[in-house]
């Protein structure tokens, strides 16, 4: 292989990882849009290369987007993560790591996120630990143009702060639940995802 071919597949290796994290971030922000559901049902399941270790997890995820419509999606969405005071399952990190929210690890958080130039968008109601804020700072700093910030330094750092701690018992609450179907295919996905970054991270030490 070339060096040239090297760094194409490199390249093509981080574009990939930056759209799983702003799949996942489209996906736990809200149910999908009519548009993204038309575009899994029809996704390849199929890895490049033999023996991947996302392509179960991401088959049944699409097999989960072809076997339920968008009405029963939304209303899955709603039933696990929306209503009207306590979730049935919390998409926030504080939660897991202090047991209630707006706590310490948020105030830790926003101080690195602001160390990293970047802030919340005033329209959104949810705090930065939710998972899908997370997911599209992690995917800012695979994609970002400013090399600075946009590393694998910071990916590092920012992943074993903020990710790994407690998104995997995030994805456990999911699964577990009994009125999850398309969530837990994504929670398993997911989790799945989270565990393979966190080998390639553990490769740079």
């Not at 399941?45 to 419509?69: D, F, I, M």
């Not at 399952?89 to 996120?113: C, Q």
Request: hydrophobic letters at 45%.
């Amino acid at each position: 292989m070339t060096q040239a071919q090297l760094q194409s597949s490199a390249l093509d290796e981080e574009t990939a990882r930056a759209e799983v994290y702003g799949l996942l971030a489209a996906l736990y922000y809200a149910a999908p849009s009519a548009q993204l559901h038309d575009s899994l049902k029809v996704a390849v399941t199929e890895a490049p290369a033999p023996g991947a270790v996302l392509e179960s997890s991401w088959a049944e995820l699409v097999a989960a987007a072809r076997a339920q419509n968008l009405d029963e999606i939304r209303l899955e969405y709603d039933a696990l993560f929306g209503g009207v005071g306590k979730p049935e399952v919390y998409l926030f990190g504080s939660h897991y790591l202090s047991g209630f929210l707006n706590e310490k690890p948020l105030a830790a958080l926003r101080t690195d996120i602001a160390a990293l130039g970047l802030g919340r968008d005033e329209a959104m109601p949810e705090t930065e630990d939710h998972v899908a804020y997370l997911c599209e700072v992690m995917r800012y700093l695979i994609a970002g143009d400013d090399v600075a910030v946009a590393n694998l330094t910071r990916q590092a750092e920012f992943f074993a702060r903020h990710v790994q701690p407690w998104m995997p018992m995030m994805c456990e609450a999911v699964m577990q639940h009994p009125k999850s179907r398309f969530y837990r295919a994504l929670a398993a996905f997911t989790q799945v995802f989270v565990s393979v970054e966190s080998q390639g991270f553990d490769m740079l030490d």
